[in-house]
């Protein structure tokens, strides 16, 4: 199926540790986003990549890392993670320049213990 | 001041209420969007505009650019448009900025 895929859905783990979520588009989209939704569901832009290069990157502590390997990936690497990273963080993708919205990934939900 | 402004916060209306969201913004904008977020947490993109109409089914969209403001209009309300509505500006910066999204629940 064409989509945004994301994983894992569901990730608990300790504070301290390193984790990636992986995002994958075949969509043929030039743009991946990483966005974060918080407890209030208030969503906001982490970051961006047009063709494997970074547009965007909103203050977000510099324990997050995207990695782009191609323009159809990008995946967020957290390192020390901490209670406060608790969130569901949103992948999408969409075409610049194009009359088309977003694709959203089916979402992340992050638990920091 | 938020620079995206949503407005109800919260809809509660019987099934096949008319239903109008809006949404003000207070930046330049390159394109406003409307997202739907289902219950499960789901995000499906409804809307890309940056002027005048669009329609999809029984969901219309409208911008007004010099006003800077946008409504999401719902005919013939349905329990499964229970969902929670949020607009989007594009600056031309290429950053997006969110509304704090309306929750809708329409009842049968």
């Known amino acids: 199926d064409t989509a945004v895929s994301q994983t894992p859905k569901y990730l608990v783990t300790q504070m301290g540790n390193d984790k990636s979520i992986k995002c994958e588009q075949n969509?043929?989209?030039?743009?991946m986003y990483w966005y974060k939704q918080d407890s209030k569901k208030f969503l906001k832009i982490m970051f961006s990549?047009?063709?494997?290069?970074?547009?965007i990157n909103e203050t977000v502590p510099n324990r997050f890392s995207p990695k782009s390997p191609d323009k159809a990936h990008l995946n967020l690497h957290i390192n020390s993670l901490e209670l406060g990273d608790s969130a569901v963080y949103f992948c999408?993708?969409?075409?610049?320049?194009?009359?088309?919205?977003?694709?959203f990934g089916s979402g992340t939900r992050l638990t920091v213990v | 001041k938020n620079e995206v402004e949503q407005s109800p916060q919260n809809l509660t209306a019987q099934e096949g209420e008319f239903i109008t969201i809006n949404c003000s913004y207070s930046v330049g904008i390159s394109a406003l969007h409307w997202l739907q977020q289902h219950p499960g947490g789901g995000i499906v993109s409804l809307f890309m505009l940056s002027s005048g109409k669009k329609k999809h089914g029984r969901l219309i969209a409208t911008i007004n650019i010099q006003e800077k403001h946008s409504s999401l209009h719902i005919t013939a309300s349905h329990p499964r448009d229970s969902a929670v509505y949020i607009c989007a500006v594009g600056g031309r910066d290429d950053k997006i900025i969110f509304g704090k999204g309306t929750r809708l629940h329409i009842l049968p």
């Open positions: 969509l043929g989209h030039d743009t």
């Open positions: 999408a993708s969409s075409q610049m320049l194009s009359n088309y919205g977003y694709t």
């Open positions: 990549y047009n063709n494997k290069e970074l547009i």
